[in-house]
């Protein structure tokens, strides 16, 4: 890679980081006000983007041991965030699932974050919308090439 290419690609992305981070605040916020904690905002939209998901496929999707996931669910459980409900087709497999007010939470975390985007981006022409978003789905097929879990609901 030549100097120039490594520059302008370490800008970018400089520039994309303090991009996301605009949305820290938002998020912070409403994780705040809902007593919910990153390891467990990350779990609450793991099994709203894969309903039925053990902990096991949890953990391994989340890059954390099982033990650590099953604390963390445990947790969600008993704020009424999460169930867990027995595999029909096999009793020892348990699955998580999002109860309504798991989907309310998420739900309210994305409303959010969309709004605040949504806000930001309308400084944009439609112009640069359009070529923010095929610059941005370039991005996302890159790590989804690269097998990197995308965080969905934001």
Same mark, same amino acid.
């Given at each position: 890679m030549d100097g120039q290419r490594e520059t302008l690609l370490q800008e970018t992305a400089t520039l994309f &980081? $303090? &991009? *996301?981070?605009v949305l820290d605040p938002v998020r912070l916020h409403v994780w705040e006000s809902?007593?919910?904690t990153f390891p467990q905002l990350r779990i609450l939209f793991r099994v709203r983007a894969r309903p039925g998901i053990d902990v096991r496929g949890l953990? =391994?999707?989340?890059g954390i041991s099982?033990? *650590? &996931?099953s604390q963390q669910v445990d947790k969600l459980v008993a704020r009424a965030l999460l169930s867990r409900v027995e595999d029909p087709e096999d009793r020892r497999h348990v699955r998580l699932t999002l109860t309504p007010d798991g989907?309310?939470? &998420?739900?309210?975390? +994305? $409303? *959010?974050? $969309?709004?605040?985007?949504?806000?930001?981006?309308d400084a944009? +022409?439609? =112009?640069?919308?359009?070529?923010?978003?095929?610059?941005?789905?370039?991005?996302?097929? *890159?790590?989804?090439?690269e097998d990197q879990p995308a965080v +969905?609901?934001?």
């Open positions: &980081a $303090r &991009a *996301a981070r809902m007593g919910v953990a =391994q999707d989340l099982s033990s *650590a &996931a989907e309310q939470a &998420a739900g309210e975390i +994305s $409303r *959010a974050t $969309r709004s605040r985007v949504e806000r930001l981006l944009l +022409s439609t =112009q640069d919308l359009h070529t923010l978003g095929g610059l941005l789905d370039q991005v996302v097929a *890159a790590a989804a090439a +969905s609901g934001v």
